[in-house]
Antibody
């Protein structure tokens, strides 16, 4: 059974870079597409982007200029960097898996709340 | 960018049938996936590719998709079905293909 676990700071200052890591267990990261999704408090889901096993990335056009997703295959981890954050970036961030980038999201992490505040 | 429109809320009595819609331009030509999210929990996939169910999802959950509307149907609704439901597609029509979620529908079991 694949499990995903997000980790990273729960508090980030405005204008700084938000960095999160997702550790995958119970399966290899060297296949599938690995995805980040966020959900502001009390709001809906927003897809941030994904990275395929071969390193190809797809990003939400509304966030593309600020987002980088990368994968560390040897550590079975993938990461998210979101630059120049503001209070509007406060959200629960989920890491997740898709079979390939265009397929449904079948495994989710539990989510981690990141607050942007000085 | 492609937009998916869901009603903010629906309510249904236990034992009745709930229908949650997801509107989008020619959405019938896309595969639609549906997620259930209960408070404080991560979403769970309940229907994929319009009408297929993942292992472990009750047969009470079904889906359809045609024209400009996709529908998630929950038969014989139970109290435990109370949750937020999100539809999702892959938008391949733009220069930057990406996942699109609907705004979500809060299902209340009366």
């Amino acid at each position: 059974q694949v499990q995903l676990q997000e980790s990273g700071p729960g508090l980030v200052k405005p204008s700084e870079t938000l960095s999160l890591t997702c550790t995958v267990s119970g399966g290899s990261i060297s296949s599938y597409s690995w995805t980040w999704i966020r959900q502001p408090p009390g709001e809906g889901l927003e897809w941030i982007g994904c990275i395929s096993y071969n390193g190809r990335t797809y990003y939400n056009p509304s966030l593309k200029s600020r987002v980088t997703i990368s994968v560390a295959t040897s550590q079975n981890q993938f990461s998210l960097k979101l630059t120049s954050v503001t209070a509007a970036d406060t959200a629960v961030f989920y890491c997740a898996r898709q079979d390939v980038y265009s397929r449904p999201i079948d495994y989710w992490g539990q989510g981690t709340l990141v607050t942007v505040s000085s | 960018s492609y937009v998916l429109t869901q009603p903010p809320s629906e309510s249904v009595a236990p034992g009745q049938t709930a229908r949650i819609t997801c509107g989008g331009n020619n959405i019938g030509s896309n595969g639609v996936h549906w997620y259930q999210q209960k408070p404080g929990q991560a979403p769970v996939l309940v229907v994929y590719d319009d009408s297929d169910r993942p292992s472990g999802i009750p047969e009470r959950f079904s889906g359809s998709n045609s024209g400009n509307t996709a529908t998630l149907t929950i038969s014989r609704v139970e109290a435990g079905d109370e949750a937020d439901y999100y539809c999702q597609v892959w938008d391949s029509s733009s220069d930057h293909p990406h996942v699109v979620f609907g705004g979500g529908t809060k299902l209340t079991v009366l």
